[in-house]
């Protein structure tokens, strides 16, 4: 787990976009989304976060590569990212490999992300990054994992989502990987102090699903993975936090 503090201004609101499954190479790759998200970081006070998936990143000998939907050479996907990405680095609070990543680090044992990130000074989170976001003496915790495991329906990745938040202490819980555009408040328990007595309390925590950039049922297509395994269609879109100057937060998902 990778361990990150944030220093955002004193004066001013700060929002930070999160950033995940695009699925660049692919035929339902929506370059639109992609480049409104962009569009979106560009913006005064802006900050974001990539928790993968970035690339479809599958090569020919995978499982579940389709000729049909595949639109570029995995070395093509990572190139038209990374520059993609490149006037907006200064912007990052980190990034974050997803299943698509790590199939091509398990297949070759090459990481063009880790690489990247150490030739650009752009943090690499792994699997789990834990970012203190700071504002004098007070703070905003935000734990992200690119998530894992199937999630057919929104509430069934919801329910994963609330049960991985309940292993770190913090404030925002943000996922990717489920194409499920969502948010949801569950309760964290912890212990105060009031006159030398200890009280057990409650503070809420927000565990957000990313959305994607990733059309699944389109139009002329010969049918790509989610219509093979007959799945509901993906959400597109993206998740945006914004964090008041009083370290008062909260959470607007764009939908498609």
């Known amino acids: 787990m990778i361990h990150r503090k944030v220093q955002l201004p004193k004066d001013k609101q700060t929002r930070i976009i999160l950033v995940s499954d695009l699925h660049i190479g692919l035929t339902g790759y929506r370059e639109d989304v992609f480049d409104d998200i962009l569009a979106d970081i560009a913006k005064p006070n802006t900050l974001w976060i990539g928790i993968g998936d970035f690339v479809e990143g599958r090569e020919p000998s995978h499982k579940f590569y389709n000729p049909d939907e595949v639109t570029m050479t995995v070395g093509a996907q990572y190139e038209y990212f990374f520059d993609k990405i490149r006037p907006y680095l200064k912007k990052c609070i980190g990034l974050q490999p997803g299943n698509h990543e790590d199939s091509l680090i398990m297949k070759s044992t090459i990481n063009p992300l880790l690489q990247f990130c150490n030739d650009n000074e752009v943090p690499y989170l792994g699997a789990t ?8 003496d007070k703070e905003v915790v935000m734990v992200t994992n690119h998530g894992a495991g199937g999630g057919g329906k929104v509430g069934g990745s919801i329910n994963k989502g609330v ?7 913090g404030d925002i819980v943000a996922l990717g990987h489920y194409h499920k555009l969502a948010v949801t408040i569950d309760e964290e328990k912890y212990t105060s102090e009031v006159d030398g007595i200890k009280i057990q309390r409650w503070k809420p925590k927000t565990i957000i699903l990313n959305g994607s950039a990733l059309e699944a049922y389109q139009d002329g297509s010969y049918g790509g993975y989610v219509e093979k395994k007959m799945l509901t269609p993906n959400s597109l879109g993206y998740a945006i936090i914004t964090i008041e100057k009083d370290m008062e937060y909260w959470v607007r998902l764009k939908a498609y």
């Open 163 to 169: 049960d991985y938040a309940k292993t770190f202490s």
């Open 129 to 136: 990054g834990y970012t203190t976001l700071t504002n004098g």
